[in-house]
């Protein structure tokens, strides 16, 4: 299959009169040596359902077709959407019908029912949308057992922090609520089209069980976004309009098993579930009393 160059792509930006806009962070890879690679780190098998948020103009696309999987693609620009299967068509006519493309915003749910439920994400993302449509379908999809995503490199540095370093912070805590994150490749900027002001990088995460701890995701996500909110306070101080007071605050750290005084960047996401579920057990910031046995 003869994957799309750079040549290609600017053709066909110009006659779909597309201008890349940096609203909806339009950089397209135009290197099919890039679209490999990125196949090949997302360990995409044949037959494999692979969804992916962003197709643009169809490079990573042809590139995952290529590799035998079929392919939910997921694109908010209606002339970038209505054109990509012409570009399957004209580059891989026996792939066409292995490619589905629905018309909408990632952040958005999606309701339209799929033929088979999605086992890998593979995207170049927007990167100015980049972890909140990554936490909406690592939710949405609990079929997704591996994602593999291009982000900005800053993002990716966020997103594979562990507890206790400098970067570490509600990216890097939400996503370890569902998956194992890690760096898996750095990208240049030269093989886009424009080419971005940032670095790039390539993140895979690998699913697994949330913290087994009583805790939901929604409050055990409001306690990591009061920890952060005011990042150089003390758990006690920074938790405290979550709780209700300081004293609340402490009396659920100490419940929790967690010291007061630590700040949030120190805690792990099974420490941010024991405080939810510690808040929960007491009745206190809003969350609902565990029901007695």
């Known amino acids: 299959m003869r994957l799309l160059t750079g040549a290609d792509i600017r053709d066909l930006a110009q006659r779909l009169e597309v201008r890349p806009t940096k609203t909806l962070g339009q950089n397209f890879v135009t290197d099919p040596g890039t679209v490999r690679r990125i196949v090949r780190a997302a360990r995409v098998e044949a037959g494999e359902e692979v969804i992916e948020v962003g197709p643009g103009l169809g490079s990573l696309t042809l590139g995952l077709l290529e590799a035998g999987a079929r392919v939910t693609a ?61 936490l909406t379908f690592l939710e949405q999809f609990p079929s997704l057992q591996q994602v593999l995503v291009m982000v900005q490199a800053e993002v990716a540095d966020r997103l594979v922090a562990p507890p206790g370093s400098r970067t570490y912070g509600v990216p890097s805590a939400k996503v370890a609520w569902y998956a194992r994150a890690e760096r898996a490749g750095s990208i240049g900027r030269s093989v886009f089209w424009p080419a971005p002001n940032v670095d790039s990088a390539l993140v895979r995460l690998l699913r697994r069980d949330p913290p087994a701890l009583g805790a939901t995701r929604e409050l ?68 609902p009393a565990t029901e007695p046995a």
């Open 220 to 287: 055990t996500f409001a306690v990591v976004d009061a920890a952060f909110a005011q990042r150089r306070k003390m758990l006690r101080s920074a938790l405290a309009p979550w709780a209700g007071s300081t004293a609340k605050a402490e009396s659920v750290l100490r419940h929790a098993g967690v010291d007061p005084t630590l700040r949030g960047e120190k805690v792990d996401i099974g420490g941010f579930a024991r405080i939810a579920a510690a808040g929960q057990e007491l009745g206190l910031a809003g969350a």
């Open 74 to 134: 997921v694109e908010i620009d209606p002339v970038l959407a209505r054109h990509l299967p012409t570009t399957v068509a004209a580059h891989a006519p026996q792939r066409l019908a292995d490619l589905t493309v629905l018309t909408r915003d990632a952040l958005e749910p999606i309701t339209t029912p799929l033929p088979h439920p999605p086992t890998k994400m593979v995207s170049n993302l927007p990167y100015n949308v980049a972890v909140p449509v990554l």
